[in-house]
């Protein structure tokens, strides 16, 4: 048996000592870990908590689950901390305050990247957010719009240049786009919504910092105002805004 402070919760210590043995190489990256059975006679504990601590272990990357196999020992990197981290914005979303937050999140991050796009954007960079704004244009009007919108965007934070801030862009503003609410006619709201992307695209292009983050944060603001009058009077349409 072993003994665990009576001020730490089990499944915590549990997780611990296993996430120690997996970092120490006692347990080996790849290797099954012990049967639950195992587990639950090493630390005399039930089930259910053996359950949470691997649990826990997966929320932190130190383990691999599914496929009916056992849990497999693995060390976290920036992909899976950034997969649970988006899998819990991802249960947020329904809730006004927190999808707020993350609205919030996503104005710092694109004002930012605008911002460093307009200052530092070399060449090969602005050449290929002016791609993203073609494909925009020339969706205009079909199902294909919102995909292009998203990349435009995307090419945006790209030019930061930083894995962290791209990562957690693409994990959950697909998310956030998914709440918008429809339009009643589409080809005008898309082409507003591209003419505010030539905006953003000329500033970069010309290098004006000022009109960039400021082109950009009424068109985000813009975004978040039409997700409130959805959810203070909801209806269908065609297209979900973004």
């Known amino acids: 048996m072993t003994e665990f402070s009576a001020s730490i919760r089990m499944p915590d210590m549990i997780a611990g000592k296993l996430i120690s043995e997996i970092r120490d190489g006692l347990i080996a990256v790849g290797d099954a870990l012990p ?17 949470e601590a691997l649990w826990l272990m997966q929320m932190r990357g130190f383990i691999e689950a599914g496929g009916g196999r056992r849990p497999r020992a693995s060390l976290p990197s920036l992909q899976t901390i950034l997969t649970s981290a988006a899998d819990h914005m991802r249960d947020l979303l329904g809730d006004a305050e927190s999808g707020a937050h993350l609205e919030q999140m996503r104005q710092f991050i694109e004002t930012g990247a605008v911002r460093e796009a307009a200052m530092r954007g070399d060449r090969v960079q602005i050449a290929r957010l002016r791609d993203a704004l073609d494909r925009n244009e020339a969706a205009i009007g ?23 801030i791209l990562t957690l862009h693409d994990m959950f503003v697909s998310d956030l786009l998914a709440q918008r609410p429809p339009v009643d006619d589409v080809k005008h709201y898309d082409s507003n919504t591209f003419a505010e992307h030539r905006e953003i695209y000329d500033a970069v292009l010309e290098g004006d910092v000022m009109a960039a983050t400021e082109v950009m944060d009424r068109h985000l603001a813009r975004s978040y105002r039409a997700r409130l009058k959805k959810n203070r009077n909801p209806s ?7």
């Open 35 to 51: 049967p639950e059975r195992e587990l639950c006679a090493r630390f005399d504990t039930s089930r259910p908590t053996i359950r």
């Open 142 to 164: 079909t199902p294909r719009f919102a995909v292009t919108d998203i990349a435009f965007h995307r090419e945006i934070v790209s030019i930061v240049g930083n894995p962290v």
């Open 236 to 242: 269908t349409g065609h297209r979900n805004q973004h």
